[in-house]
């Protein structure tokens, strides 16, 4: 059974980095692939990058790409979110989570088989 984890949330002012991390547990962190999403009071749940399993990255949105990064860590069979220049709007819990299926190695907007309880990110002077 796949499990995740995740860690690293927290109150940041706005401008801030906070780094997440992602506890793999079940399978190997590369079997997978694995999605950071967010979701906010109120409103739907949203992509933010995801890792394939050969490590090709895909942003569910474009205007991400320069202050959120994945990486992951074989070794340790985790997977981090890299955030800079925190906006109020990034405000959100945080999950990681994946598919399962023959559809289980690459990225997807439908990635909900497996999630995580998610971490709470708050930007906020």
């Known amino acids: 059974q796949l499990q995740f984890v995740e860690s690293g949330g927290g109150l940041v002012q706005p401008g801030g980095s906070l780094r997440l991390s992602c506890i793999v547990s079940?399978?190997?962190?590369?079997?997978?692939?694995i999605g950071w999403f967010r979701q906010a009071p109120g409103l739907e749940r949203e992509g933010v990058v995801c890792?394939?399993?050969?490590?090709?990255?895909?942003y569910y949105v474009d205007s991400m790409k320069g202050r959120f990064r994945i990486s992951r860590d074989i070794a340790k069979n985790m997977v981090y979110l890299q955030m800079d220049n925190l906006k109020p709007e990034d405000t959100a819990v945080y999950y990681c989570?994946?598919?399962?299926?023959?559809?289980?190695?690459?990225?997807?907007?439908?990635?909900?088989?497996?999630r995580g309880p998610g971490t709470q990110v708050t930007v906020s002077s």
């Open positions: 989570a994946a598919r399962g299926g023959i559809l289980k190695g690459l990225c997807g907007e439908s990635m909900d088989d497996y």
């Open positions: 079940g399978f190997t962190v590369d079997y997978y692939a």
């Open positions: 890792i394939a399993s050969n490590g090709g990255t895909y």
